[in-house]
């Protein structure tokens, strides 16, 4: 593609009204921020490689974009994937991929940001590197191309994407991005080589350059070491936390057009305590701190007040589990009821006093009330570590009708290698359960909608060393569940297993995919997420054409003693410790919320410093002495780079 | 988003209090803004300024707004109409005026406030045409005669969303304007259920629309 700059917004004219939702190109919402190019420094480009309807919902990027902007000597702009029909017109047109808010030709950034969630972006990144007319491969790039970064929780497992990356951010991005944009400033100042910047990126925490690391093999494929090429490369990198969170963003940008989530986030806090064994999210985001009740409430008013939004989403991992919640609820309530304001509590306990918590929000819509048992069996709990009772299930949810909410969602996870028909089976029964609760409750209105996705063993969790279930067996699960919930007043969705496969290989890969991937996006993979894009034939002909079997990524069972891919990056969760819990998984073992009992996964000695300077309830661990007096618990966890 | 519920607030709420009718621009910036999305952008801006909306009553209120007719995706117009209700507090006109003024977002361009008496019919029911303006962007050398052919047609059989129908009767008026650069003047129906689309009247002249820029200049109340 070109890459110099052209009168991309007279252009534009003509080719915009010729697309679907041309509302997503134009940029110029409110709350944007345009900067002067020429009067600053640095120029980021935040880029979510997915449309503007899915990327707008990014709380990640609101941040970034905020934090960047808030520097007198740097500007943030957007920039995202385009659709089909836009991608279609870029390169018929010769028109590179620009940003949002000054039509910028992406490739005269100083720096992208690519935002990396989840891994079904893979693709679309490739894809957007060459709309934007930037070399796909890091080793291609000279000094006149931008400095390219990568951050987001797929990224705890960099290696599927270490040659398209020049640098990854682990863990969180709030303080680390100044400083890499100082790093940045300090190595242009001084005009010198692309090899010297990495080098000096590499040296900031959290920052992992891949290509200073090379990596080799066993024979069976299996991992045999990372070797650093750079001494003073970091091995392992330990994830960045922030150790209180700042204030979040409220002057958000409010699209013009309709987007997945048309609101102001508030995350309440951050990390979890539950420790359910699948949860990649639970495993890489601790420790859990809390913002407090008077900054969320302050938030939402300013955000309110700035945006218009009429929604509010109060985020967490677990919602119940926020120390102050009935506080926060009342909070919320005195302030916004009469407002026409809908607020969202998601992730709440199976619990009565759950809906009791929603009831008090009073929130109008009341559309519809989510809970996640995830598991039907009492065996499947336990495995998963997520002890909730069927009773407590049918309970909560006569409460949920009884009490106005005519629709009642829940989540399911199938696919745990060790979960028979039977479990599946135990789905539909308490799904047919919860209905009939809602009928004798509401009658012909009550409403369920069961949403069973696919487990998919993640890095950093206990489940890293656990098998993907079978493709055949997905689909008996998913059949049985389709032959069963049908019916007046029932709706299942469920994932389209290949997409589960593309999102197993790369979550477990070695170094090895990255040509997969790469493969993959010349087959003409892209969108990998959407159900109607997603060309399952394309990866299995990557596959082929590099000689990789799929199933050694998804299908084998990994011996506790192997070297993973991931094992260099360090979420401060021991692998020691990972490796007691899946034991325990396998002995239908449960651990309880370690808020109330310490499990030393490894969060707390590592972050000692950060807990010691931020001390007291904010944080979900427990307190640590004085600097000079090692506590018990200090000494009980061992150090986290057995890796 | 169009209220049905009148009634229910007698009933139920405090009559009605205010309703206000402002006139704005729908500038460059939202162009391609939809209808139902300009609608959001007034609830919003409504917000911001922290001026009570009333809502209908129900299930799922809804903000009590009423544009005045749908402008189609890509057109800017100089005359949109809307009406909102208040609720709560009196407020006077230049109070609201500064109000909605400094929370108005790019692309509403607010021009004049007026007070308008609640029980008088939705405001869709009381336009009858609107008229536009269409530059276009590459040279038409026929442009006159293809307009002069048109109009003399008795009827223009279209297919629109797999219906056909007949958009001669559509439109009222239309001409050719060579200025700086050429463009035509319509004036095409805006009743519901007969309304006449410019972008239609462009492609029965053999003119792609996306050659062009078109803005309504007017809307016609009967």
């Known amino acids: ?643 | 988003m169009l209220d049905k519920t009148t009634k229910a607030d007698q009933n139920g709420k405090p009559a009605v209090a205010m309703r206000i009718r402002a006139e704005f621009a729908k500038t460059e910036a939202m162009r391609f803004t939809s209808h139902l999305d300009l609608y959001r952008a007034w609830e919003r801006l409504l917000r911001r300024a922290g001026l009570p909306l009333q809502f209908s009553q129900g299930y799922n209120p809804r903000p009590k707004l009423q544009l005045a007719a749908p402008l189609p995706l890509g057109m800017t117009s100089q005359v949109e109409i809307i009406d909102f209700w208040l609720s709560g507090e009196t407020y006077d006109l230049d109070q609201i005026h500064s109000l909605i003024l400094s929370s108005q977002p790019p692309g509403i361009d607010i021009r004049t406030v007026e007070f308008v008496d609640p029980t008088s019919p939705p405001l869709q029911q009381e336009v009858s045409a609107a008229e536009y303006e269409v530059i276009v962007l590459d040279q038409e050398p026929l442009l006159n005669q293809k307009v002069a052919s048109l109009l003399e047609a008795e009827s223009i059989i279209r297919q629109r969303r797999n219906k056909s129908y007949d958009l001669r009767p559509l439109i009222l008026e239309l001409s050719t304007v060579h200025g700086q650069s050429q463009s035509l003047q319509m004036r095409l129906s805006a009743m519901e259920g007969s309304t006449g689309r410019p972008e239609e009247v462009l492609l029965a002249l053999e003119i792609q629309p996306e050659a062009t820029h078109i803005e309504r200049t007017r809307l016609v109340f009967k």
């Open chain 1, 1 to 643: 593609m070109v890459s110099v700059s052209p009168n991309i917004e007279a252009r534009l004219q003509r080719i915009l009204p010729t697309v679907r939702k041309p509302g997503r190109y134009t940029g110029g919402e409110l709350n944007q921020v345009v900067k002067d190019w020429e009067q600053v420094e640095t120029r980021v480009a935040l880029v979510f490689p997915d449309i503007y309807d899915l990327g707008m919902s990014n709380l990640g990027l609101a941040i970034l974009y905020e934090i960047l902007n808030q520097r007198e000597d740097t500007l943030a702009e957007r920039v995202f994937a385009p659709w089909i029909d836009m991608e279609a017109a870029h390169r018929d047109n010769g028109i590179p991929l620009y940003s949002l808010e000054t039509k910028h030709s992406v490739a005269e950034f100083d720096i992208l940001g690519i935002s990396l969630p989840y891994e079904t972006l893979y693709t679309n990144t490739l894809n957007v590197l060459d709309l934007a007319g930037i070399p796909i491969f890091s080793a291609q790039r000279d000094d006149s191309d931008p400095l390219i970064i990568a951050g987001g929780h797929a990224t705890f497992n960099p290696e599927p994407m270490h040659p398209f990356i020049d640098a990854f951010v682990i863990g969180e991005g709030e303080e680390v991005i100044s400083e890499i944009v100082e790093t940045y400033q300090g190595w242009k100042r001084h005009d010198s080589s692309r090899d010297s910047l990495l080098e000096a990126i590499a040296q900031i925490e959290g920052v992992y350059v891949p290509s200073l690391y090379e990596t080799h093999y066993n024979d069976d494929g299996t991992l045999a070491g990372v070797n650093k090429r750079f001494e003073a490369a970091a091995q392992p990198i330990l994830k960045r936390i922030v150790p209180e969170l700042p204030p979040p963003p409220t002057n958000l940008v409010v699209p013009f057009v309709d987007t997945v989530h048309n609101r102001i986030p508030i995350e309440i806090m951050r990390g979890c305590t539950r420790g359910c064994r699948f949860c990649h999210a639970g495993m890489v985001t601790r420790p859990v701190r809390e913002r407090t009740v008077e900054e969320i409430v302050e938030a939402i008013e300013k955000g309110v007040a700035s945006t218009g939004f009429e929604e509010i989403g109060l985020l967490s991992l677990s919602s119940s589990d926020y120390t102050h919640i009935l506080e926060l609820v009342k909070a919320v309530n005195q302030r916004f009821s009469g407002r026409h304001l809908s607020i969202s509590l998601p992730s709440l306990r199976i619990e009565t006093v759950s809906v009791d918590l929603m009831d008090q929000i009073k929130d109008e819509r009341r559309s519809g009330f989510t809970l996640a048992p995830e598991a039907a069996t009492e065996k499947m709990r336990q495995i998963i570590n997520k002890p909730v009772s069927t009773q407590q299930v049918l309970d909560t949810a006569r409460e949920v009708y009884s009490r106005g909410w005519p629709t009642l969602k829940l989540y399911f996870m199938i696919g745990h290698p060790s979960e028979t028909l039977e479990d599946v089976q135990a789905i539909i029964d308490l799904c047919k359960a919860v209905l009939k609760e809602g009928r004798k409750a509401i009658g012909r209105r009550a409403k369920l909608h069961a949403g069973v996705s696919t487990f998919v063993p993640k890095p950093h969790t206990p489940f890293q060393w656990s098998p993907s279930d079978t493709k055949e067996n997905i689909l008996a699960k998913q059949e049985l569940l389709k032959s069963q919930l049908r019916g007046k007043g029932l709706k299942l969705t469920w994932t389209d297993p290949d997409e589960t496969m593309v999102e197993a290989w790369l979550s477990r890969g070695d170094r090895r995919l990255a040509e997969v991937v790469y493969q993959a996006w010349l087959h003409g993979a892209k969108f990998d997420a959407w159900k109607d894009q997603h060309d399952y034939q394309a990866w299995m002909d990557a596959f082929d054409k590099v000689g990789l079997d799929p199933d050694f990524y998804t299908h084998r069972e990994r011996e506790v003693t192997e070297l993973l891919p991931w094992d260099h990056i360090s979420t401060s969760v021991r692998k020691q410790f990972m490796a007691q819990d899946f034991a325990r998984s396998q002995e239908s073992e449960t651990i309880e919320d370690c808020r109330h009992s310490c499990y030393a996964c490894g969060v707390l000695p590592t972050f000692a410093d950060q807990r010691r300077e931020n001390p007291g309830e904010s944080w979900g661990c427990p307190d640590v002495s004085p600097r000079g007096k090692k506590s018990e618990l200090i000494q009980l966890a061992v150090p986290s780079s057995d890796a």
